[in-house]
């Protein structure tokens, strides 16, 4: 019986409490926070990470971030704090498309050559029924074939505890190479 925390109250916890950043529970956007909660539930994604004080409040908020592929704001209308978590569930169609029309300046351009392209993922964690160390690796045969062999990555995520959300971080990485 590991019991993860849910990561989005873990980083409330650490705006508003006063051994975090102390903001007040007013600053926070209750709606985007739930959403993100009720969403990290419904995926099975908690986490176990211990702030030992070694880093920034900010750097532990940014490391849970990474872990569950998050981004924090500060929303222009209400100037509240938002959570959201970056998923498939928008409207491709509802995209804005820039054109040579918008772009009117390009300073720095760099393009992976495909052969280049991470096309195996290892995610290393720390499995809380073994008590140790593991891994779990995914890969895109079709871009293994097409480079003609493996190019891999490893990402730790210390803070998830089993294989079966390891996985799933390790496939949407996989699919941001």
């Known amino acids: 019986g590991q019991i993860d925390m849910n990561p989005a109250h873990i980083i409330r916890e650490c705006y508003t409490e006063p051994w975090g950043m ?3 529970e007013s600053d926070i ?3 985007s926070f739930t959403a993100s909660a ?4 419904a995926e099975g994604m908690g986490i176990s990470l211990v702030w030992d004080r070694q880093i920034t409040c ?3 908020i940014n490391e849970i971030k990474r872990h569950i592929n998050a981004v924090i704001y500060v929303d222009k209308t209400s100037g509240k704090i938002k959570l959201k978590l970056i998923r498939d569930d928008y409207d491709p169609a509802g995209l804005i498309t820039l054109g040579p029309d918008e772009i009117t300046n ?5 393009r992976v050559d495909v052969t280049e392209a991470i096309n195996h993922v290892t995610v290393k964690y720390w499995d809380a029924q073994t ?3 593991a ?3 995914v890969d895109n045969p079709a871009m293994v074939e097409s480079q003609g062999g493996v190019n891999p990555t490893t990402i730790q995520y210390p803070g998830f505890t089993n294989a079966r959300i390891a996985a799933i971080a390790a496939n949407r990485d996989l ?3």
């Open 22 to 24: 102390n903001y007040q």
């Open 29 to 31: 956007d209750d709606d």
């Open 38 to 41: 009720v969403q990290l539930t």
């Open 58 to 60: 900010e750097e532990f």
């Open 106 to 110: 390009l300073s720095s351009y760099d």
């Open 131 to 133: 008590e140790a160390d």
């Open 135 to 137: 891994t779990v690796s």
């Open 175 to 177: 699919k941001i190479f």
